[in-house]
């Protein structure tokens, strides 16, 4: 059975970055690209960019374009997302979720982990 | 990008009775790459349909989607206690993936 299995919650100060981690099972990890997506409270879902472990081809959303950086290390079948230069609007649950028979349609996700910018 | 509206907001309905469920978008998306999405209070949203109208494995027959280009709908014929929740769409044919606003179905 295919998890993803995320970090816990964090607190961060503006200005600050944080590095959120979703670790896959239950399948091969190189086959498959890995979406980051967030959800801020009373907003729509928003996609971030993506990961392929096998290749480590990475592609982002323009609206993170300078910020958000993911990685993989396939030996830990573990991918990363990296936001830098935190702000308040930057408050939201981040889910890391795989595509579903190669396409990217989101299926399964992580259990989501929350992150708060607050000074 | 593209830009995806939902409607209704919120939908009222009894147990048992049909939910139709309308996403549009702004521009037409390529090859029906449309999904549907359900979430529940504090859940990561689960996978119902893909590519408009493929039910996602393990989802109930109950659940179907339709249309193409622009307009597209999620059908839950006789909904369950468990179908209450948020419902996003999410189009997928081309960069940036966006997802629309959602449609919350309650209880009437």
């Known amino acids: 059975q295919v998890h993803l299995v995320q970090s816990g919650a964090e607190v961060k100060k503006p200005g600050a970055s944080v590095k959120v981690s979703c670790r896959a099972s239950?399948?091969?990890?190189?086959?498959?690209?890995i979406h980051w997506v967030r959800q801020a409270p009373g907003q729509r879902l928003e996609w971030m960019g993506w990961?392929?472990?096998?290749?480590?081809?990475?592609r982002y959303s323009e609206n993170f374009q300078d910020r958000v950086t993911i990685t993989s290390d396939t030996s830990a079948s573990t991918v990363y997302m990296d936001l830098t230069s935190l702000r308040s609007e930057d408050t939201a649950v981040y889910y890391c979720?795989?595509?579903?028979?190669?396409?990217?349609?989101?299926?399964?996700w992580g259990q989501g982990s929350l992150v708060t910018v607050s000074s | 990008e593209t830009v995806l509206t939902q409607s209704p907001g919120t939908l009222s309905v009894s147990p048992g009775e049909r939910a139709t469920l309308s996403c549009r978008a702004s521009?037409?998306?390529?090859?029906?790459?449309l999904a549907w999405y359900q979430q529940k209070s504090g859940q990561p949203p689960r996978l119902l349909i893909y590519?408009?109208?493929s039910r996602a494995t393990g989802i109930p027959d109950r659940f179907s989607g339709s249309g193409s280009e622009t307009d597209f709908t999620l059908t839950i014929s006789r909904l369950e206690p468990e179908d209450f929740a948020v419902y996003y769409c999410?189009?997928?044919?081309?960069?940036?993936?966006?997802f629309g606003p959602g449609t919350k179905v309650d209880i009437k």
């Open positions: 979720a795989r595509e579903y028979r190669f396409l990217p349609a989101f299926g399964p």
């Open positions: 521009q037409t998306i390529s090859n029906g790459y």
């Open positions: 239950g399948y091969i990890f190189n086959t498959y690209t």
């Open positions: 990961i392929h472990p096998g290749s480590g081809n990475t």
């Open positions: 999410q189009q997928y044919g081309t960069s940036p993936f966006t």
């Open positions: 590519g408009a109208s």
